[in-house]
């Protein structure tokens, strides 16, 4: 559905950009190029979330401040590139340049809608300074995580002028509705600069940028007296899974999310609950994900621990390995009946392997634990399987889910 909303104003800003930047063909190239600029519905028609919640209707005013948006989302996404040098080999300055081009043909499009002195244009232009200077004094000492959630309602203070212009457009004395949408668009912005410092790791170390998820693992190794080698971004970001700290940002998110949401409960703002759910149920996944990795994981350092070192004994009989191997199986068996294979881009899956080890066993697993796997594979949607839950089906995934049910009935 946002998608389909979306295409019509990403059409506009698209024509709008090669009108107005034509004499620029490098700033064409950086903003209207997905790779740098990335490409998220939402952005497309930011504005509009929150039309409703005043009862506003989508006019000619409205749609010019969803270009200016639009163009907004743009050059922060291109600074951000910059900032966090993940592109390599661009023309950097490029980049930045042309984040100023839309910065000011943003601004130039917001001082037609707004008076050029309008309060609201002047504080979340200084909210936005004062942000890029907060950051970068922002360390160890000075953290809280108060001054972190404000710092991330300050990076988006461009974007609050959706809200702001919907508040002016409306004519509203409704002040309670206006700050509601505010906190709750201030807890949504902190909740993705926690999602991205949790996967911006390496990029945010070696450019001395502060990382929330980098000072709560020192805290955490502090206490623990653990010392972790700096020099290597890569090994840390692995740590940070492992430790179980990633799993602490990923709530930290939720909640954030969840506030966010709870503020807008008796607001009509379908459009912006959308937008929080699926940023919620994206978290979500990610949570499970990590959780799955560190079952595997320590799943895998058990069976290193008791197998590494130990000599093979011939005076074992078949019979006997046979039953080491299936209590093993039962013990790694999930709370939900299901079990997990290695981990791979696509996440780790647990329906290819719970129909997998269930075909294989399902003549020597107590009927408890067969149950419970078989009750696994049939809460899945449809009738076929893929390699994970919620993921495309294949035919082995289903194959094996099928054939998983002869003898015993897969009814």
């Known amino acids: 559905m946002d998608k389909e909303l979306s295409l019509p104003y990403r059409n506009n800003l698209h024509t709008w950009l090669h009108e107005h930047l034509a004499q620029d063909p490098r700033a064409l190239h950086w903003s209207t190029n997905d790779r740098f600029c990335g490409y998220s519905p939402m952005y497309d028609y930011y504005p509009l979330q929150f039309a409703p919640a005043f009862g506003i209707a989508v006019d000619n005013r409205l749609e010019t401040i969803n270009l200016a948006s639009q163009l907004c989302f743009k050059a922060a996404l291109l600074k951000d590139q910059y900032n966090d040098r993940k592109e390599k080999g661009v023309d950097e300055q490029e ?19 707004f008076e050029v002195n309008s309060k609201f244009w002047q504080q979340r232009y200084h909210e936005l300074q004062r942000a890029e200077a907060v950051e970068k004094a922002f360390g160890q000492k000075k953290f809280s995580y108060a001054a972190y959630r404000r710092l991330a309602d300050n990076k988006v203070a461009i974007a609050k002028l959706a809200i702001d212009c919907n508040f002016i457009t409306a004519e509203s004395a409704d002040t309670v509705l206006y700050q509601k949408l505010l906190k709750s668009h201030a807890a949504f912005a902190t909740s993705m600069q926690l999602f991205d410092d949790l996967f911006d790791v390496p990029e945010d170390m070696e450019n001395g940028q502060f990382n929330i998820a980098v000072y709560l693992l020192k805290q955490q190794c502090s206490s623990s007296g653990i010392v972790f080698d700096e020099s290597k971004p890569d090994e840390m970001e692995k740590h940070l899974f492992l430790s179980g700290v990633a799993r602490s940002v990923l709530m930290l998110c939720l909640k954030e999310v969840g506030n966010a949401q709870l503020l807008i409960k008796d607001i009509n703002a379908p459009l912006w609950q959308a937008t929080l759910i699926s940023y919620e149920q994206m978290y979500r996944k990610i949570m499970v994900g990590t959780d799955e990795y560190l079952s595997l994981f320590k799943a895998k350092a058990l069976l290193s621990k008791k197998y590494k070192f130990v000599l093979v004994d011939n ?42 080890i269930l075909n294989m066993t399902k003549h020597l697993l107590p009927k408890p634990a067969f149950l419970m796997a078989k009750s696994a594979l049939k809460k899945e949607p449809g009738l076929l399987w893929g390699y994970r839950s919620r993921y495309i089906v ?7 889910a099928i054939l998983c049910g002869a003898g015993k009935g897969f009814k």
């Not at 980049?95 to 809608?113: D, G, M, P």
């Not at 009989?317 to 191997?325: H, K, Q, R, V």
């Not at 294949?394 to 094996?400: A, P, R, T």
């Open 95 to 113: 980049q930045v340049t042309t984040a100023k081009v839309l910065f000011f043909k943003a601004k130039e499009i917001l001082e037609t809608v």
């Open 315 to 356: 005076t074992i009989s078949i019979s006997d390995s046979c039953n080491s191997g299936l209590e093993f199986i039962q013990r790694q068996q999930n709370a939900d009946g299901t079990w997990f294979d290695y981990h791979t881009s696509a996440g780790v899956s647990n329906v290819w392997a719970t129909g997998f």
């Open 394 to 400: 294949d035919s082995d995934s289903s194959g094996f």
